[in-house]
């Protein structure tokens, strides 16, 4: 039989997993390469044997996207897979168009191709763009049924930059085991807001084996939590699908991949932000859930902002340090930092592109929507000290860190500091507690006497 030839267009994520549970084993493809995008220094690699399984003993190489149309022509490729997120319909479809222009078929995996089933109750949080809220989200819906004592396991999206086989499963329990793991800023500021509340994590390369380390944890575990990245559906098959919606991007829940695919699917759709987002804005977003899908559950939360020292944001210049992938990417001009510099009254929000340094000028050249705000990019060791050689020569009274980690952790900052936290709070009913009390019910999950849900 011949086999066709395949390329997987990704982004160190997306496009393992698709690789994992559609091609490993499935002797109708070669796959002859992956290209990657989105994240530096992540192209010149291979994907190892180990990983690849008995049809690969040689691995598979990863090269940069730009090589697209040369790697299709030099290895006779017969299809690409498209396998990262967060991305235009545009530029989608310019993608494509190159695929197409080299002489190959365009193809997008779907859910029933690439989801797992676990054998334990699953419940995913995905979003229609990053930076939406799907962290504090996750949060309030593991303190919520921890409060009915069920032990919670959460799964992360991939993030796997470094030695990938080494990666294959992680298991984070402490703070400790981050830096056990050598993770980057992007990993730390999606593990450490759980573990620092005492919840395990898994994340890694092989979800098929990261989920059968999960349900089988040494703590117990009574059901799954995908804390899903970018806008990508869940690698798991969810039995409670919750998608978060931001006002600040209306319409962007239609305009973007795979985003709308999490819209379309959900049980809940969350409106988040609305306490810093346009009335109108908002109404955008809640009338396009109601055209996508008028089956979902709609909830409108806050994200309730809180700020260590206050009294370093008032009357003050501040430099503000947002999360990077939710400014890049994301295409965000702002984020909580930004949002506690306004409510607090700083004097002035200072622009860090004067004072930018390495890679972050090439991140301020890339994404020119970036306004007088900094990208906590730490994708690796040079970009982290390119943002902390940024921030200490900024001219400016205090620092505001957005980032759901403790940046100050892991660099050294030369001037004050305060932290922004914050928290997803519902307007109104139903709310999560309503929907996750009939999650219980249904799975037959009670531990403690719970009020019948209201919905």
Known sequence: MNRKNVIIIGAAGRDFH?????????????????TATQIPDIDGRKYPSELAGELYPEGIPIYSQEQLPELIKELEVDECVFAYSDVSYEDVMGI???????????????????????????????????????????????ETLLEHDLKVVAIRHPMPYGDLVAQRVQRFATVEDLKDHNCTIEEMEEYEPHVARGNI??????????????????????????????N??????????????DPHRPGHELKYYPGEVCLRTTDVAIINKVDSAAAEAVQIVENN?????????IIKAESKITVDQPEQIEGKRVLIVEDGPTLTHGEM???????????????????????AV?????????YQHIGNVLPAM?????????????????????????????????????????????????????????????????????????????I
Request: proline residues 5%.
């Open 18 to 34: 698709n690789f994992n549970t559609y091609y490993r084993d499935n002797e109708a493809f070669q796959v002859v390469a992956f």
């Open 96 to 142: 494509g168009a190159i695929v197409n222009a080299a002489g190959a078929n365009f193809t997008l995996l779907g859910p029933n191709s690439t989801m797992i089933k676990s054998n334990k109750p699953v419940i995913s949080v995905c979003a229609v763009r990053t930076g939406t809220g799907k962290s504090q989200t996750s949060r309030k819906i593991i």
């Open 201 to 230: 994590v898994y994340a890694g390369v092989d979800y098929a084996d990261i989920l059968k380390a999960a349900e089988n944890d040494p703590d117990g575990c009574d059901v799954i939590l995908w804390d899903g990245g970018n």
């Open 232 to 245: 990508d559906f869940s690698f798991y098959e969810p039995d409670l699908a919750i998608t978060v919606l």
């Open 289 to 297: 859930i109601k055209k996508a899908n008028p089956d979902s559950i």
């Open 333 to 355: 001009k702002m984020g909580a930092g930004t949002v506690a510099a306004e409510r607090l009254g700083a004097k002035e929000l200072v622009d860090p592109r004067p004072f």
């Open 358 to 366: 390495g890679s972050l000028q090439e991140t301020f050249e890339k």
């Open 378 to 454: 730490g994708y690796g060791e040079q970009q982290l000290k390119d943002l902390e050689a940024t921030i200490n020569q900024a001219d400016c009274d205090a620092v505001i860190i957005g980032t759901p980690m403790d940046l100050s952790r892991v660099i050294s900052i030369n001037k004050p500091c305060t932290r922004v936290h914050y928290d997803l709070e519902e307007v109104g009913s139903p709310d999560l507690n309503d929907i996750l009390q009939k999650f219980i019910e249904q799975h037959q999950l009670v531990k403690k006497q719970i009020p019948e849900a209201k």
